[in-house]
């Protein structure tokens, strides 16, 4: 399985915008799809985004869509969530995911076999 690392969390205020990066370890990320999800206390993961690196189809949550980006680079083998017009309902802790292949169900966590460490994001009102 490929190994996840994250990066890019942090404080930023109501409106700000933040990057945050997965990174594949020990291999590249061909062949897979990979999704974002957060989860905030008391809360089930949720899912956010998820892009398919052969085709780099993108799917976006309701919740997010027209304010985060998902990408990817295929160089950098790096996956990429831009967050925009961040809101205090934001904070959360965010984790990328992935597996291999497409599937329709790429909103449950239960289709990912490999989660990152995830990365805390605050958004301050």
């Known amino acids: 399985q490929v190994q996840l690392v994250e990066s890019g969390g942090g404080l930023v205020q109501d409106g700000g915008s933040l990057r945050l990066s997965c990174a594949a370890s020990?291999?590249?990320?061909?062949?897979?799809?990979v999704g974002w999800f957060r989860q905030a206390p008391g809360t089930e993961r949720e899912f956010i985004a998820a892009i398919s690196w052969s085709s780099g189809n993108k799917y976006y949550a309701d919740s997010v869509k027209g304010r985060f980006t998902v990408s990817r680079d295929t160089v950098r083998n790096t996956n990429y969530l831009q967050m925009n017009s961040l809101k205090p309902e934001d904070t959360a802790l965010y984790y990328c995911?992935?597996?291999?292949?497409?599937?329709?169900?790429?909103?449950?966590?239960?289709?990912?076999?490999?989660w990152g460490q995830g990365t805390q994001v605050t958004i301050s009102s």
């Open positions: 020990g291999r590249t990320f061909s062949g897979y799809f």
């Open positions: 995911a992935a597996r291999r292949g497409f599937t329709k169900t790429y909103y449950h966590t239960s289709s990912y076999a490999s």
